[in-house]
């Protein structure tokens, strides 16, 4: 009886060295893999950013700004939860933020994996990172 005990522990730990990492929970984002190492991502693979102009909970990136850097907009029926909130917008849609601060993708990214607008605009956008 104690050698297949001790056997099926034995088995048990090796399955258990051989799984896969729970998977962290990314909310509305993806995490992919760029030059930068992991970024946040929308689900087609372009990298997400933060503005420093923005407060927590609040988007100033708005019209002009909105067009060269869309918000991730979160769908009607869209719920929070984690790290992931979601914000309103002064044009009336709703906004995904992460931890408490608004992501958007930037219109100069042509592919995934493309991080091109970070430091844009003397260091106001930043890479988000999971």
């Known amino acids: 009886m104690r050698p297949m005990l001790l056997a099926a522990a034995a088995v048990a730990v090796i399955g258990l060295a051989g799984a896969p990492a729970l998977a962290q929970d990314t909310g509305p984002a993806r995490v992919g893999q760029t030059s930068l190492g992991p970024v946040l991502t929308d689900s087609q693979g372009m990298s997400l950013y933060t503005f420093n102009r923005d407060m927590p909970g609040f988007s100033n990136c708005n019209a002009l700004c909105a067009a060269a850097w869309p918000p991730l907009i979160a769908a009607a029926d ?35 994996g493309d991080t091109t607008g970070d430091g844009a605009d003397s260091g106001k956008w930043h890479i988000a990172k999971p």
């Open 78 to 112: 869209a719920k929070a939860g984690g790290d992931w909130s979601i914000i309103p917008r002064d044009d009336g849609k709703r906004q995904w933020a992460y931890k408490t601060k608004a992501v958007y993708t930037w219109t100069k990214d042509a592919k995934p």
